[in-house]
Every structure is written in structure tokens, then in C-alpha cells.
């Protein structure tokens, strides 16, 4: 007989909020972030159907979306505020994270300079790393 499985992790009842991106983002979230020490936010989803692909995990492609995400609303937050985009970004895949798993990316400011903030992250269920996102922005100098 199977142990009863336990309920899945609910983010909102520890103190994350949704985050309000109107637009693709709301199409595959919802994301939910909160705010961490020195001010960067962490981000997360909690996998459902419409993010599994045809082996029944997460996709590939949603992971890469949630820390774009991250990573590029961390950016934005390291810039001062400044509209920043997305010029290069790399994903390394390590396991996979299944229906029912809360996903988690804590943005890591690598570097800043007066044009490009360099981020990286890495994406976890629990504990246990699920991928590694290393990116590039360019800040713009136009207002968003």
C-alpha cells in the first residue's frame, strides 16, 4: 500500500506573491517571487500540467522562462531601476523537476558595469539543484 502523499508545497502560504506580468508570463505562470537579502528577489512556480512536456517533467523551455525572469527582473532591480534586455543567456539542465514540484531561482549578481549587469542562478526543487542559468543584460538608456 502506498503512504499517503503529503499536500503540495503552497508558496502563497509562505510568503510569496504572485507577480503581476501581464502578457506571456501570466500565460505560463503563475510565477510568484519574494524579496531576499539585499533587496534581489527570488522567484518560483509550482509545476502543473501545462508545464510538462512529452515525458511528463517539467519543460525545459518553462525553466528557461522562469529564469530568464528572474534573472532579468534582478537585473532591472541591480540597474537602479533601469530597463535592462536580455543579450545572452545559457542554461545547463542537471534533473528534472516533475508535476506537483516547486521550482525556486534566487538571482546572484555577478557583475555590474555602466552598460551590462552579469546574472546567474540556479534553479531548485528544495535542496536538490533542477538547472544553472548564467546571463547578460544590457541596460538601456531609454525609459521602459
Do not use: C
Not at 509550482?46 to 512529452?54: G, I, Q, R, Y
Not at 545572452?88 to 546572484?108: I, L, N, R, W, Y
Not at 544553472?132 to 531609454?142: F, P, T
Amino acid at each position: 500500500m502506498n503512504a499517503p502523499s503529503s499536500p503540495p508545497y503552497d508558496p502563497l502560504a509562505h510568503g510569496w506573491e504572485r507577480f503581476q506580468d501581464a502578457g506571456f508570463i501570466d500565460l505560463v505562470g503563475p510565477i510568484v517571487t519574494r524579496r531576499g537579502e539585499g533587496g534581489l528577489r527570488a522567484f518560483g512556480v509550482t509545476a502543473e500540467t501545462k508545464h510538462a512536456n512529452l515525458i511528463g517533467v517539467v519543460h525545459g523551455g518553462m525553466l528557461m522562462t522562469l529564469a530568464d525572469r528572474a534573472l532579468g527582473v534582478a537585473a532591472w532591480d541591480a540597474a537602479g531601476g533601469k530597463p535592462s534586455v536580455t543579450v545572452q543567456f545559457d542554461m545547463q539542465f542537471v534533473s528534472t523537476a516533475k508535476m506537483g514540484d516547486f521550482v525556486a531561482v534566487e538571482p546572484e549578481l555577478v557583475r555590474l558595469t555602466s552598460s551590462l549587469v552579469f546574472m546567474r542562478g540556479t534553479l531548485k526543487v528544495g535542496d536538490r539543484a533542477v538547472a544553472a542559468a548564467n546571463g547578460l543584460w544590457k541596460i538601456l538608456s531609454r525609459p521602459a
